[in-house]
Structure formats: C-alpha cells, structure tokens
C-alpha cells in the first residue's frame, strides 16, 4: 500500500522558484522504498500528462528536456519525501503537478515517457504569471 499527498503548488511570477513536496506513506513503501521510482509529472489545462522527472531507488534521475537545467528532483529516504525544486520558472510551467511512485523496477525513461506508475497523488497546483 502506497499512499502520496501534494504540496507546494502556489501561484509565482516567471522566472521565480518554487518547491514542491510530496510525503510518500504506507507499510509497502515503508518496506520495499529502495526498490521504488518516485516521479513528478504535470497536466495543464487542455493537455495530456506529461513526465517532468523520475528518480529511481539508487538515486539516478532523468528529467524532460522542457525542464532540465531548471529543475531538480530529489528525495529523503528518512522522511519519506519527494521533492521538485523548480528555479527560472516560465509561463508554460503552469500545470497541475503529480506526485507518482512504482514499485515494478522498470527503467525510468519508460516511466517518464510512458506515464504508467502505480500509485498517483491528487496534484498540486503551480501557476506562472508573466
């Protein structure tokens, strides 16, 4: 059982920094969190879901060209926490943004392309005014 919850979505002007963060809960992460990719992915109004970054349980990361260089994904194992650090923030990083984990061990760039993780929170908003 794994169970995420959102925060840190705001409204901020273009070029500002926000992070996100995302507690990751329940007694199969608990257990088996060193097997688990964690990822942020983004839905704006009208759009499909799209991948932003994924870290997988060693540590390895892999982000969308729209963000890399601005954005960072990172996590605390002790505190069962995800975060999404988003510096030099633009317009069109205006989305909804979902915590998302799975535990099935696949290769992170399929993940990130794909979209297909297990367990999905319920989105925090980020809006980027010009």
Known sequence: ???????GGASVQAGGSLKLSCVVSGSTYSTYYSTYSL????????KEREG??????TGNTIYADSVKGRFTISKD???????????SLKPEDSAMYYCA????????RWYL??????????????????
């Open 52 to 57: 932003v970054a994924i870290i997988d349980g």
């Open 101 to 108: 984990a799975d535990g099935r061990g696949y290769d992170i």
């Open 1 to 7: 059982q794994v169970h995420l919850v959102e925060s």
């Open 113 to 130: 392309q794909l979209r297909a993780l297990e367990v999905w929170g319920q989105g925090t908003l980020v809006n980027v005014s010009s």
């Open 77 to 87: 194992n002790a505190k069962n926490a995800l975060y999404l650090q988003m510096n």
């Open 39 to 46: 990822g942020w992915f983004r839905q704006a109004p009208g």
